[in-house]
């Protein structure tokens, strides 16, 4: 079992910045794929961003933070980091990191995942 616990949101103004971190216990990282998935009010829990940890940290992101939003991974101590720019309020949410194995589901879909975290939330007012 791994275990995911989030930190870092907070309350910012349109074009500030926040990191998010996601601290793993239970297990090594090291062969997972790390992601980012967010929530807002009334909406589908909906993809941000993957790393694939054992690749040489391979990553994908939505288009709606592509070139904003960047995905990293530090191996020791077990960490995954969402550094968000240029924030806008669309982007207000809650964020969730997830892991999953190496298999076939998706990687860009919440249904892929087998661990979460509890969320935290970022709002970004304009």
């Known amino acids: 079992q791994v275990q995911l616990v989030e930190s870092g949101g907070g309350l910012v103004q349109a074009g500030d910045s926040l990191r998010l971190s996601c601290a793993a216990s239970?297990?090594?990282?090291?062969?997972?794929?790390m992601g980012w998935f967010r929530q807002a009010p009334g909406k589908e829990r909906e993809f941000v961003a993957f790393i694939i940890n054992w690749s040489g940290g391979s990553t994908s992101y939505a288009d709606s933070v592509k070139g904003r939003f960047t995905i990293s991974r530090d191996n020791s101590p077990n960490t995954v980091y969402l550094q968000m720019n240029s924030l806008k309020p669309e982007d207000t949410a809650v964020y969730y990191c997830?892991?999953?194995?190496?298999?076939?589901?998706?990687?860009?879909?919440?249904?892929?995942?087998?661990?979460w975290g509890q969320g935290t939330q970022v709002t970004v007012s304009s």
């Open positions: 239970g297990r090594t990282i090291n062969n997972y794929i």
């Open positions: 997830a892991g999953k194995g190496r298999n076939y589901r998706s990687n860009i879909s919440a249904t892929g995942y087998d661990y």
